[in-house]
């Protein structure tokens, strides 16, 4: 009987470890497919010129504002002598003062894109109103290559503490800013920009798209950047739009790390086919990220110089 007793116990020991086995191996084998289907995008494009574009476009957004009146068109002449194409700005005027210093400044910003023969993107923030969109649309909008229709609208908070607005929100304000900007009937692209929350609310991206251009994906963390080939195809793929980086940067001291990160960037950007990847910010008082003075200006000119 302890013969018996013994071998069951061999047999059970025997198929259990069989099993342990088995289910560790495919266990691992679906941890290691899984971080291929993670990263191989990334490293796929990151290791070699895949599938450039001759003509890729690099921008910058210029926080002019912070500047003097007589400082803005020598900036100007700076980012456009590093060889960016476009700059992107946000949408400041005062609506109530014709010759406010605001007002001025975006008359002197304009004067020096149009000189160099600069594309302008405009930001429209979220939560201006419609009479201050006329009037600068009126006063500045014939200046003008992009609009950004919405920013971010996966993230719109609504008036509510730490509340979303709800989708129909969302498109009701897109429509309502699309038919205010159509109205003026300006030769210009219009565009919304997403963050990495539009995978949950990827129908935002699919609605919006119907009335839009080209797609904007902002990509600031590292981390962000290695998955940003699964965001790029994630959204062509659902709103059969080209899609362009239109905020890209990392806010640090640390000139190295700004350097390689942002290079790192239009690499991989431009590897993947896409026709072109804007910078945040030219300058940036409140943070780190502007490039201006820093050893990335130079790399970065150095890099458009190369391949743009």
Known sequence: MSKLASSIVRNLFGFINKS?????????????????????PYNFYSSAQRNPVTNFQVGIHYVYEQDNLDQIYGEVTRIHNLGFKTIRITLECNPLEQ????????????SATDHFELAVA????????????????????????????????????????????????ILSKFDNMYSLIESHHLSVKLYTNFGIGFVLRSNLPIQVSKNIDF???????????????????????????????TEFGVSTSDNTAQT???????????????K????????SQLD?????DRPAEKAVGDWIAQNA
Not at 20 to 40: E, H, S
């Open 20 to 40: 342990l086995v088995k289910n560790l191996i495919i266990v691992t084998l679906c941890v290691i497919f899984i971080f291929v289907q993670i990263f191989y």
């Open 99 to 110: 010759n406010d210093t605001q007002n001025l400044r975006t008359d002197m910003f304009f």
């Open 260 to 274: 390689s990160y942002i290079l790192q960037g239009l690499n991989l950007f431009k590897s993947m086919g896409l």
């Open 122 to 169: 405009l930001v429209i923030p979220n939560g201006d109103t419609s009479d201050k969109v006329n009037y600068y649309l009126d006063r500045w909008g014939s200046h003008l290559a992009y609009i950004q229709v919405m920013n971010e609208p996966e993230s719109s908070s609504s008036s509510g503490i730490g509340a979303l607005f709800t989708d129909d929100e």
């Open 288 to 292: 780190n990220y502007g490039i201006r």
């Open 276 to 283: 072109g990847c804007w910078l945040v910010y030219w300058n």
């Open 215 to 245: 797609i904007g994906l902002d990509i600031f963390m590292e981390s962000f950047l290695v998955l940003s080939p699964h965001f790029v195809q994630s959204l062509q793929q659902t709103t059969h739009k080209d899609v362009i980086i």
